[in-house]
């Protein structure tokens, strides 16, 4: 089993930063992607920038160049500095990881920080 705790969401003014942090523990197995995803009221999950154990990172459209994604594996965490924040950004973000065992995928979710930007 895997477990993620998500750590710095808040209210930032337009225009502001902020930075995410997500740690993993239990059975982790690598290579495996760990990401970010956010969900407004109203909206579908979406992607928000994700980012392989080998260093590969893909971005929502939304949020390339304002948002980057970095980890740390052998801490087993990942985070997300958001700058340039917009209204369009608030949402609750989930830390996931995905990984593979025994040719089987696993995703795992955080429980979720909500993330809002006033104007």
């Known amino acids: 089993q895997v477990q993620l705790v998500e750590s710095g969401g808040g209210l930032v003014q337009a225009g502001g930063s902020l930075r995410l942090s997500c740690a993993a523990s239990?059975?982790?197995?690598?290579?495996?992607?760990m990401g970010w995803y956010r969900q407004a009221p109203g909206r579908q999950r979406e992607l928000v920038a994700d980012?392989?154990?080998?260093?590969?990172?893909n971005y929502g459209d939304s949020v390339k160049g304002r948002f980057t994604i970095s980890r740390d594996n052998p801490k087993n965490t990942v985070y997300l500095q958001m700058n340039s924040l917009e209204p369009e950004d608030t949402a609750v973000y989930f830390c996931?990881?995905?990984?593979?065992?025994?040719?089987?995928?696993?995703?795992?979710w955080g429980q979720g920080t909500q993330v809002t930007v006033s104007s």
């Open positions: 996931n990881l995905v990984q593979m065992s025994v040719g089987v995928r696993y995703d795992y």
């Open positions: 239990g059975s982790i197995y690598s290579p495996n992607f």
């Open positions: 980012m392989g154990s080998g260093g590969s990172a």
